[in-house]
């Protein structure tokens, strides 16, 4: 696609000059942002075609990271504007304590036959088309998602006969959303000091990686799936400390990218994982916000990897950025436990006024129906091997600046060697600069960079990103 040429349209209220504009901005609050420095450099964005999105002094950008790992179609995705009008026109909301819709039914028709395979076999459960499969819980964002996985695991064990199961084991460095309960499982200090004390019952451990690096020389000799095995197994050791008859449920993202790192373990830590959970009746739930809805080249991470979950939250890319759009996969053989009679109060106890809602589903199942026609899960795997392969050049070219290049389908990016770039010197944060004057945007941490473009992303995009990328790093030293 040609960079569009269209003139320039100021926000209004919005432009750079003025003291009123910066004294409107400073009152406009944004996620995780000092409001008082983005005043001074705001970023007014007004509209996106494919993979680049405009500001509104008229620059165009490539959006290497989707929004924020939401946008795999692109912007201005036609199948999907079409299903939201029509469903405007057609019925913008019903009573939700009331029934449900059918777009809502369509999409949870699409999820069920979309779920995990593993999710339906691994535990004796039916196969699907024999009465079996998933229940899905409709939501409207990742935090409401992760929130009622957790709440889902605590009821589930009252309602199996377990009312002493309710503690939750998550990981360090992972993040599970901005409200009390997602935050109490999110793994780093910089998102969640500030709120304590959080809710009780939360336990912490810490990634594969992390293991590598505590055990210095002897670590290098360590295999990814030896880190993998030890770290689950520490997982063990603490479920056995607590009383396994406390913990109700284990959550991780099967990859996770937060302020706190870039964490892709090794598909042995899951097989480890999935065992003990079964050991000691405990849970599994995935976090797949980030790396649901063909991210990772395969429909879900569980499908990545080849390990089931109990459930399974699902956010962000599900709903292509066209409405808020996320939901819970049930494994049936927690679900059964929710079905009863009304006097027994088994049903779920959760809700929220926007789940469900049917220009938001219809949005969904249109964007299922967009990745299946355009065969995009391989266009992921495809684009995504490239783009690896280009990274690890660019670690070639420059291995005592770049220590590591990891990730999955189109989900891949580097660390700086921390030798040369201590984490003080916030090394990403210079290259999110350096690319925003070069108009590229990605994910960029203190010690890493990731790049999660559209899943329709062409190879011609990927080389303008990857150009962008490679004078960026030859700007950063010094
Ligand atoms: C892995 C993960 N889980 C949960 C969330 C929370 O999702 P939301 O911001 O839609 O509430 C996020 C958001 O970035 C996320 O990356």
């Known amino acids: 696609m040609a960079v569009p040429t269209t003139a ?36 007014v964005f007004t509209r996106g075609e494919g993979v680049r999105i405009q500001d509104d002094t008229g620059k165009w950008y490539l959006d290497g990271l989707s929004g924020v790992f939401v946008n795999s179609l692109g912007y201005g995705n036609e199948r999907v504007l079409a299903a939201a009008f029509n469903q405007l026109n057609e019925l913008h909301f019903a009573p939700p304590l009331h029934g449900t819709t059918k777009p809502a039914i369509e999409l949870a028709e699409r999820l069920r036959r979309l779920a995990p395979a593993v999710m339906h076999g691994a535990h004796g459960i039916e196969q699907e088309g024999q009465g079996g499969g998933v229940a899905v819980k409709l939501l409207s964002g990742g935090s409401e998602a992760t929130e009622a996985a957790m709440k889902l695991a605590r009821q589930y064990h009252k309602n199996a006969g377990h009312p002493r199961k309710y503690k939750i084991i998550a990981r360090y460095g992972g993040y599970h959303g901005g409200t009390l309960g997602a935050l109490s499982a999110t793994g780093s200090w910089e998102r969640k000091s500030v709120f304590e004390p959080l809710v009780a019952g939360f336990l912490h451990h810490h990634p594969p990686r992390v293991l590598r690096e505590l055990f210095g020389e002897l670590g290098k000799t360590l295999s990814d799936a030896e880190c993998g095995i030890v ?12 009383d396994p008859e406390t913990v109700a449920a284990v959550i991780v993202e099967p990859i996770s990218i937060s302020s ?16 003990i959970c079964d050991q000691h009746d405990v849970l599994l739930i995935y976090d797949e916000i980030i790396t649901g809805f063909g991210r990772l080249g395969e429909w879900f991470g569980a499908d990545y990897f080849g390990v089931a979950p109990d459930l399974l939250c699902c956010g962000k890319g599900m709903g292509g950025g066209y409405a808020p759009l996320a ?10 436990a929710f079905l009863a009679n009304p006097e027994e109060r088994k049903e779920f106890h959760h809700g929220h006024t926007f789940a469900g809602n049917p220009v938001a589903c219809a949005v969904g199942a249109a964007a299922i129906d967009e990745i299946e026609a355009r065969g995009l899960l391989a266009n992921a795997r495809r684009r995504g091997a490239y783009l690896r392969g280009r990274l690890e050049s660019f670690r070639r070219r420059y291995p005592q600046m770049i220590a590591d290049v990891r990730g999955a389908g189109l989900l891949q990016g580097f660390e700086y060697d921390p030798a040369l ?58």
């Open 260 to 275: 706190a790192g870039f964490t892709v373990p090794p598909p042995e830590y899951y097989q480890a994982l999935r065992r």
């Open 8 to 43: 320039p349209v100021p926000a209004h209220g919005a432009t750079t000059d003025g003291q009123a504009d910066r004294d409107l901005l400073q009152h406009l609050v944004l996620d995780f942002r000092q409001m008082r420095e983005f005043a001074e450099t705001p970023w």
């Open 327 to 336: 939901a819970v996969l049930i494994a049936d053989r927690v679900w059964q």
């Open 421 to 478: 770039y201590p984490k003080s010197s916030k090394p990403g944060k210079r290259f999110e600069a350096l690319a925003r004057e070069r108009g590229l945007i990605a994910r960029c941490g203190d010690e890493f960079v990731v790049f999660a473009p559209p899943l329709v992303v062409t190879r011609d995009e990927l080389d303008e990103m990857l150009a962008i990328a490679a004078e960026c790093l030859a700007h950063l030293p010094g």
């Open 231 to 242: 770290s689950a197994r520490l997982v063990e050791r603490t479920i056995e400390a607590e």
